[in-house]
């Protein structure tokens, strides 16, 4: 079980760009989440998803950033023309169940840089 | 809103010392309690994951211990090691499905 994997790891756009983070959930799980750690601060809750469905956004920023799991392949988070403050790291979590019941299995992140 | 508020924010101690590391929340009605350790550019490790029913949960030369009535955790290091330096994060599982984390400790632990 080769855990979460995401990728890239390091990714550099332009102001403008499109940045695709990419996730691969741990085998037998059908449950991600999203979170963003900003420079000297905590991990912030994005979004939650299941097969095809999102559970909850309510941490998705309202305009550029948008999220899917779907049947087949991995979770993708999107965000279309970033900026400087979208420079984070984020990271992605499964678990087999919803959150409220049992551990979250964490990915190595992805370090986005906005130049 | 539920908060969650980690002292100290760093630590530093000789190996082999035994340490102790707060977690508090403002809002008891959570799920459980999940410690975790994030190392340099890498992901988050859970290391303990105490349920609300639970008092401690032990894991090997760490203790976990939940005191929800009056919104507190602590996290429990025996016998340190310089292995064990890195950021300790809190984080509660409450109203849905999202995980509300601390800012985190940064544990160094000097050979």
């Known amino acids: 079980n080769a855990g979460v994997m995401q990728n890239p790891r390091h990714l550099v756009r332009r102001r403008g760009q499109e940045a695709r983070l990419r996730c691969s959930p741990m085998?037998?799980?059908?449950?991600v989440y999203w979170y963003r750690q900003l420079p000297e601060e905590g991990l912030k809750f994005m979004v939650y998803?299941?097969?095809?469905?999102?559970?909850?956004e309510s941490g998705m920023p309202k305009e550029r950033f948008s999220a899917e799991f779907p049947k087949e392949g991995p979770s993708i988070l999107r965000i279309q023309q970033v900026v400087r403050g979208d420079s984070a790291a984020y990271f992605c979590?499964?678990?087999?169940?919803?959150?409220?019941?049992?551990?979250?299995?964490f990915g190595s992140g992805t370090q986005l840089s906005v130049l | 809103k539920q908060e969650v508020t980690q002292i100290p924010a760093a630590l530093s101690v000789p190996e082999g010392e035994n340490l102790v590391l707060n977690c508090s929340f403002t809002d008891s009605a959570i799920y459980n309690l999940q410690w975790f350790r994030q190392d340099p550019g890498k992901g988050l490790t859970s290391l303990l994951l105490i349920q609300s029913s639970q008092r401690e949960q032990t894991s090997g030369r760490l203790n976990a211990s939940l005191d929800k009535s009056s919104g507190r955790s602590t996290l429990y290091i025996a016998a340190s090691q310089p292995g064990d330096s890195a950021t300790y994060l809190c984080a509660v599982a409450a109203g849905g499905n999202k995980l509300v984390f601390g800012a985190g400790t940064i544990l160094r632990v000097k050979s």
């Open positions: 085998k037998g799980h059908s449950h």
């Open positions: 979590a499964s678990s087999y169940d919803r959150a409220t019941n049992e551990k979250l299995f």
């Open positions: 998803l299941q097969k095809e469905n999102i559970i909850d």
